[in-house]
Nanobody, 121 residues
Framework: QVQLVESGGGLVQAGGSLRLSCAASGSIFSIEAMGWYRQAPGKQRELVATITDNGSTNYADSVKGRFTISRDNAKNTVYLQMNSLKPENTALYYC???????????????WGQGTQVTVSS
């Protein structure tokens, strides 16, 4: 199995910054992509940012220029630096990883438990 453990959420004032981390552990041969998604109360889960194993990134339009995703492949860890936070960024942020558990094996999709980000106005 594979576990994703998130950290770094919390309460911050509008305009502030937070850095989320997510470490993957377990039966991992390689991680094709890692990313962050979020879900606000009453809304569907949405993509925030993703990063592939070769460093290609993708961002939601609403966070471009304010959030930065990065990855440490040696540590199987992904980070999300969030700057200029807004109250509408308040949500439960989930880490996601697409994992290959053995050479030539299938891809598996894993989720973390989520870390709460609350931005006060």
């Amino acid at each position: 199995q594979v576990q994703l453990v998130e950290s770094g959420g919390g309460l911050v004032q509008a305009g502030g910054s937070l850095r989320l981390s997510c470490a993957a552990s377990g039966s991992i041969f390689s991680i094709e992509a890692m990313g962050w998604y979020r879900q606000a109360p009453g809304k569907q889960r949405e993509l925030v940012a993703t990063i592939t194993d070769n460093g290609s990134t993708n961002y939601a339009d609403s966070v471009k220029g304010r959030f930065t995703i990065s990855r440490d492949n040696a540590k199987n860890t992904v980070y999300l630096q969030m700057n200029s936070l807004k109250p509408e960024n308040t949500a439960l942020y989930y880490c996601n990883a697409i994992v290959i558990r053995a050479m030539g094996g299938p891809k598996y999709n894993y989720w973390g438990q989520g870390t709460q980000v609350t931005v006060s106005s």
